[in-house]
């Protein structure tokens, strides 16, 4: 993904943070890229893994200048790279959801521990949101806000992401969890269930692509905050498109985002984030 960086937890990721609060933006969704992985994900609860590290870093650093959003999910610290435990039985597995959700909400809390603003459980499990709240609140941390990735679709779209994140499933894919392409309903569903359990904003994901499943989102449930997340293939198709010189990129992008808040959403999760604001201090655009 040309312009968009890996950081290690050093100054380089405290210099992208103070540019970036100079061009107007303070909150920052999180992952991470273990040191270790496992079938169970052990890297991802560790006190001293990637997430936590970084999260105490940057809030010792910038405090109540910054909003942390941590994602919470395994795939990229399990050795299969699935969003959950998985049971394998000859050529054959199994993700097993209610294991999954258990060690979903130990992940959630240490990242809580770690000082995490919001979290971001983006594992599509079932349950998982109600799990995550009441190990919250167990813990003291009732006034930790989720941000639930309620309707993730099983898109092509996350490629880039994945080779980034070397997050790829050894074997399988993720349609036993992740949503189908084809169905609208679901996506009510699944933010109605989420709501239900507690989530305090909820998502749509992919966002270019799904603009109609925003909106209707945005008519069902108009007093939830909705989240957005134009994805890793969704900037690269801009961008490519772009270094060959076939589209304007600030155009273009300034009017996928606005698609996106034209569609309902309240908030936009966009690797754009930092260029947008450089345009649109520019001006000149509509
Ligand atoms: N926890 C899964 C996860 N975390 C981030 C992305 C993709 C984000 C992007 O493409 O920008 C995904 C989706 C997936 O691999 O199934």
Not at 51 to 74: A, N
């Amino acid at each position: 993904m040309p312009d968009v960086y890996r950081y290690p937890i050093n100054d380089k990721l405290i210099k992208f943070i103070e540019l970036s609060i100079e061009n107007g933006i303070n909150k920052f969704i999180l992952f991470g890229i273990p040191k270790y992985k496992d079938d169970i994900a052990s890297s991802a609860m560790d006190s001293n893994g990637v997430i936590q590290r970084s999260t105490k870093i940057i809030k010792e650093t910038f405090g109540d200048k910054v909003l942390v959003i941590t994602d919470e999910c395994t795939d990229e610290y399990t050795s299969h790279g699935h969003c959950g435990i998985v049971r394998v039985n000859g050529s054959s597995y199994k993700v097993d959801n209610d294991e999954s959700i258990k060690l979903h909400a130990k992940i959630a809390l240490s990242q809580a521990k770690a000082g995490a603003d919001v979290i971001a459980p983006s594992s599509m499990m079932d349950g998982v949101v109600g799990e995550i709240r009441r190990t919250l609140d167990e813990n003291g941390y009732e006034d930790i806000p989720i941000m639930a990735y309620s309707s993730k679709y099983a898109s092509s779209f996350y490629g880039p992401f994945r080779d980034a994140a070397y997050s790829k499933p050894a074997f399988g894919d993720r349609r036993g969890y992740q949503m189908d392409p084809r169905n609208k309903e679901e996506a009510l569903r699944e933010v109605y269930l989420d709501i239900e359990e507690g989530a305090d904003i909820v998502m749509v994901k992919p966002a270019h692509t799904y603009l109609d499943v925003i909106s209707e989102v945005k008519r069902n449930f108009p007093s939830y905050t909705l989240a957005a997340y134009h994805v890793s293939g969704e900037y690269s198709m801009i961008k490519a498109a772009s270094i060959n010189g076939w589209i304007d990129e600030k155009r273009s992008v300034l009017e996928v985002t606005t698609s996106i808040f034209r569609a309902g959403a309240d908030i936009v999760i966009t690797y754009y984030a930092n260029k947008i604001m450089q345009w649109l201090k520019e001006g000149d655009v509509f």
